[in-house]
C-alpha cells in the first residue's frame, strides 16, 4: 500500500474503541518505524564471520551491504495518531441517535430489508445516526422524516464539523447507491458477507439486542434447550460486563450466533455477483439465505430490473439455490457458469 493508506488504516485502528484494536495500531505502527525484518540475518551473518576470518576488509564491505538497516515504511506513518474527527464525531453521533430516538422499541424486521429511495438529505441524516445506534434503517428513517429541515441539517453537519483538512469524509457520506440492503445476520455469517468490498458496508455494533440464530441441526440433535440456556447465560454475562466493564468489553462473550445489523449499499452488479456466489451449496445456509433473499427483494420490489434478470437468468447468471427452512436446497437456475 501507500504511504497515504497505510498512515489512514494505522490512525483508524488508533481510533477504535476496543483495546485490543488500538493496539494493533499501536504495534503496527512500531513495525513501520523500526528498520525491515531481515529474513537472512543469521545465514548472512554467518558468511560475513566467514569472511572475516580471511579478509576483515571484505567482511566489513559484506556487513555493510548485507546486515545493514533498512527501512522501507514511509516516514509519514510515524505521525500517524488517532483521528480526532472519528472520535468525537462517533460520541456526538451517539448521543443525537439517543436523543431523536427516545424510548422507542427495536423492531425485529426483516432479515433482509431492501430500501426504497428517499431525499438525498434523509438518506444522509439516517445513515449517520444508523451506524451509532441498534435500530433498523426504516424505524431511524420514520423518525428522520419526522425532523425539520433544519434539525436534519444539523445531524449532517455532525459528520463533518471535527472533519480536519486531511481527514476523509466518513463511509456514511458515500451515500446515492440504488441497491440498500439493510441486513440482520448472525456475525458468523457477517463475516463472511463482510468480504465483498464492492459495496458500501455501514456496521452497527454487536449486541444482543437482536437475539440468536438456532441452526435446525441444533433442534435435529435434541440440544435446542441446553443451546438456549448457554446463549442466554451468555447474553446475562454480557449485561453483567457491560455495566462493570463497558460494553466494548461485553462482547466478546456473546456467541458469533448473535445478531447484527449492517447496511450494504451497492449498484446491480454487485447485488447479482452476491446473489450468485453466496448461495452455492458449498456455502454456509446463513449467507446463503440472506444472499437468495437480496435476489428475491430486488425481483419483487422492482419490476423494472425484473425483465433484465429473467434475461440475465436465462445466460446462466443468478443464483445458483437457496436453502428453505427444511435445510434443502432448490435449484435456482439450469446451469452454473463454465468458470
Known sequence: MNARTLETQVSRLLSSEYPEVQTLGRLLKQAASEPAYNA???SWSALVEEINASNPELAARARQTLLKDVRVAPTLVKYADPCQYEISTRQELRQAAVEMMGNVQISSGKAVDLLEDEPFEVELSATLLYEHSHYSYRQIREQVQGLSAGRREEIIALGAKHRGKHDELLRAFSAG????????????????M????RCIQIGQEFTAAHGYDT??????AGLEPRYQQTMHRAAEAAAALTKSHGATTAVYVLPMAYRKRTLFKMDFAE????????????GHFSYRNV???MYEAVVENS??????LLVLK???FGPIGHVCQNGKLHSCRARQLQR
Do not use: C, W
Not at 177 to 192: A, C, H, P
Not at 215 to 220: D, F, L, Q
Not at 303 to 308: E, K, R, W
Open 177 to 192: 447507491q440504488k441497491f440498500r440492503f439493510d441486513i440482520l445476520m448472525d456475525v458468523g455469517g457477517f463475516r463472511d
Open 215 to 220: 441452526p435446525a441441526e441444533v433442534i435435529s
Open 291 to 293: 444472499a437468495y433473499a
Open 40 to 42: 537472512n540475518q543469521e
Open 303 to 308: 419490476f423494472s430490473q425484473y425483465g433484465v
Open 194 to 197: 463482510h468480504r465483498h468490498r
Open 314 to 316: 436465462d445466460l446462466g
Open 271 to 282: 447485488a447479482l455477483y452476491i446473489s450468485e456466489l453466496r448461495t452455492t451449496p458449498a
